[in-house]
């Protein structure tokens, strides 16, 4: 560093005589160098990079008075020449840019496009950001609920299965991607969400509405993409966690930046085999399990190729106390005496992209194997799900025109033993081809407007062709203002399993009326977003209106007792809502967010006079608040506070019984509201950081149990016929403490 710094000294002595020369070192606010900085005049279009210890000098032409300095990250900082000594080094400190605006985003039109400038919102958090308000060393699923207008959805109070909400639909209607590929199919996002830790996430762009015109089937609700990090040095990291509950959580990183290749690794683990029963409903309240992820990711930047893998195995287990301790339920799966639930997952998955010189033509691939054995009391299910994934993509600029098309090529194979995949006489496994073509154009109208179109073809064997436009526009009032329209269409393909866990956790029958055709839905919203600065503070404010309308919506059929039925229908269903949000950063030390939605769920069904009757969406909330706020202290002490506030949640129809199994009540269909609170405290040293936190700081439980048919004393609790998992929505865990570290060891 001084051999830099004395090298820029004698370059700046050098040109003096000549021109003037700005000399400096750039840095963070820990007072770490920031390689590779940039310094731009950009009224006259010229300027300079920094070295990898962020020295940099730049000759100054004459009439410039402003440099801008920036480095991705951080917040860009204006210098005034007049106000300097250019005859001296200086130091230039920069302020981490917690608002992320000038964040590079794929994930709305499978291009690179920076946050400001893309004409499709796209929402962004690193990871960082999501584990600073969690307990740390954990997965996309313990975090994703701090996003404004998307909701963890628990469909399964004994499994706990869970899904990913986007404005108050289901989670078969979001498609999530890895680094913009298709990757999860319908089996995986049952009980392969939590498969994803957040040390294999760089971070996670949020694309509401139908994406199905660049990513298909799935993509109704919104797009989440995860982008993986990427190896910068030669390091190893280890990091862990547990809670008072016993929930053991820790990953080992390795990078490995070599002259071609360049490698991340790891393994994950999250561990719980502690029984805890705070309701007294003889359940455990904490899903046992056993997870153990391995991930690598390699790039190679002259072969233009980078490739991903990740190997997921869970052992997941709940039941009565009997069924779990000891390890029991090895032996008891199946029992129809002693209730309990096991699942057993394998997973691969494999993705990559590659480029092709300096041509207009990449490719892009990813391959999964999914296999799911599993008990649900005494019902056997057994699935699995293998698919094949590819792009092959063209890029071209032609004027104001930024034109991409493709041909993708999906293959998905899935089998289980339920009626789903059998006919008449024999099993009958559903395997598809998908092939498709799609075009997007991106043109540039002038400086303010700018449009976005495309289309996309995809033909189903058993559906023929479906077609899906799109249309983005984009205004831009001034460099931090902007407003954005968009519109679509999206389609998805109904999975039973997906749809409904209740027919192999509960002790309801499946039964198909017919070939279901695929559910359709037409999308418009309509976006603005401001960002603010003043001192040296920063913000941005956000509004959001959006409307989807869904035709030939699959809904399942309750009122025959002991079935849940599936045909196709002339329901509807909609959603409709404004989500504000308000991001504020003080200097380096204050960062506040502060998000809101308001939204109608609805969807309609036929009553017992056949007449069609809007009722909410199971699980929707008409509203919901989410809030963080980070505040540092001096000597690398950081103290994070997040809360997570839900209105009334739609329950599904669940009955109470008396002691020989009659029905005496149901439940109400409307949930009171619930909130939960977080606070983690930080301290950081030299290569290790410790922390310390509470989830849940008021200690506030869902007053009542998410199971109900449990006071039927003719048959062993779980086995009655109105036994039903699926009244759940909030939290069962008390007041949780935890602890651990992030050690960087090389």
Known sequence: MKISVLFLMMFSIFYTSEAQVFTAVVKNEKGEPLPFATAHDHDKGYGTTANDLGAFSLKIEEGTKLIWVSHVGYQKKEVKLDKLDLSQIHIIQLIPDKLGLNEVVVSGQMQARSLRNSPVKVEVFKADFLNDFSQGSGNLMENISMINGIQENVACGVCYTNEISINGLEGAYTSLLINGIPIYGNLATVYGLNSIPTDMM?????????????????????????????????????????SQFGEWKGNVITQNAGEKWKHFSGFHWDVANQFVDQNDD????????????????????????????????????????????????????????????????????????KRFGNSPFRLQFS????????????????????????????????GDHSFLSGLSQRLSYYDDNSPATQNETSNNPDFQIIPGIFVQDEWKINEKWKALSGARIDYYNRHGLIFSPRLNVQYQL???TNFRFNSGTGFRIVNLFTEDHAFVSGQRELRIEEDLDPERSFNVGLGFQHVYTFGNQQGSVELDGFYTYFTNKIIPDYDTPGFIIYANSKSYAYTRGLSANINHQVGANLYLNLGAQWQNARQAESNEDGVLEEKRI???????????????????????YS??????????????????????SSRSDLSPEFALHNLKVRKEFKKIEIFVGVRNIFDNVQHISPLSGTQDETVSLGFGE???????????????FFVGFDWSIH
């Open 202 to 242: 760089e971070k996670v762009e949020v694309v509401r509405g139908p994406g199905s015109t660049l990513y298909g089937s799935e993509a109704m609700a919104g797009v989440i993409n995860i982008i993986t990090p990427h190896a910068e040095s030669n390091s190893v990291n280890l990091n862990s966690s547990i």
């Open 282 to 353: 003889l359940f455990s309240d904490v899903v046992l399990r056993d997870r153990f992820s391995i991930f690598n990711f390699s790039e190679n930047e002259e072969k233009q190729l980078s490739i991903g893998g990740k190997y997921y195995y869970e052992d997941r287990r709940n039941g009565v106390l009997e069924y779990v301790k000891d390890r029991n339920y090895k032996q008891l799966r199946g029992d129809d005496e002693v209730y309990g639930e096991s699942i057993y997952t394998h997973r691969w998955e494999l993705f990559g992209d």
């Open 367 to 398: 391959a999964s194997q999914h296999w799911q054995d599993s008990y649900y009391g005494d019902t056997f299910y057994e699935a699995e799900q293998h698919q094949a994934f590819a792009n092959f993509i063209y890029e071209s600029k032609w």
């Open 478 to 480: 001034s460099e931090w």
């Open 618 to 640: 199971i699980y929707s909330r008409d509203w919901s608040a989410v809030g963080s706020a980070e505040y540092s202290f001096p000597k690398g002490i950081k103290l994070n």
């Open 643 to 664: 809360f997570n506030w839900n209105g009334p949640t739609a329950m599904p129809e669940v009955f109470e019984v008396n002691a020989v199994g009659e029905i005496i």
């Open 722 to 736: 109105y036994f039903d998992t699926a009244y759940s929505y909030g939290s069962l865990m008390g007041r949780n």
